[in-house]
């Protein structure tokens, strides 16, 4: 069975649209909106900026992670650095200042590897893909990173940790697939 094409949600007619919250990281609105059938449905929008993810690999073909404690999921997750673009900052400038407040580091090589929303049914997240590499330590001050621990990952044991459930977010499992299955020649020396 084949996808049939529909249109885009920008090209139906929104009849409404009411904020339920606007916060600090995210706003909530809800969208009355006109399917392609004529008929009316309502559609609950999380309005979140767009962001970077990084794979970042270090002169030892290790990949750089971070542990964190993820309220939303009660325990730590291991992932890959990722935050989000300041108004008036580029991606490539976001992921330089990102990974130096994060993990500590600046990348001389940054390489954009493509990009995904974060969770398209509901959100408008953007994530941009970045791989980073050839890393000078160079650490920026950030008040919300104090919880955040620095991993070391063999390149070779990713995949181990991916298919065992030991990396269990979305965003580092896109993007280390990615990486590692499109990008092998940027990963090696």
Known sequence: MGLRETGSE????????????????????????????????????????????????????????????????????????????EPGESADECVRRELREEIGYLPRRIKRIGGFYSAPGFCTEYLHLYLATDLEYSPLQASDTAEISLERVPLDDVAGLISSGQIEDAKSIAGLLTAMTFHMKDLRP
Request: hydrophobic share 35%; no cysteine.
């Open 10 to 85: 920008q090209d139906r007619p929104r009849t409404s649209s009411e904020f339920l919250f606007n916060g600090r990281a995210f706003n909530v609105r809800v969208d009355t909106v006109t399917k392609s059938s004529g008929s009316m449905t309502v559609r609950e929008i999380v309005e979140h900026p767009d962001s970077v993810a990084i794979v970042v690999v270090d002169e030892r073909q290790n990949v750089l992670l971070e542990r964190q404690f993820r309220h939303a999921t009660g325990k730590e997750l291991l992932e890959v650095p990722a935050g989000g673009i």
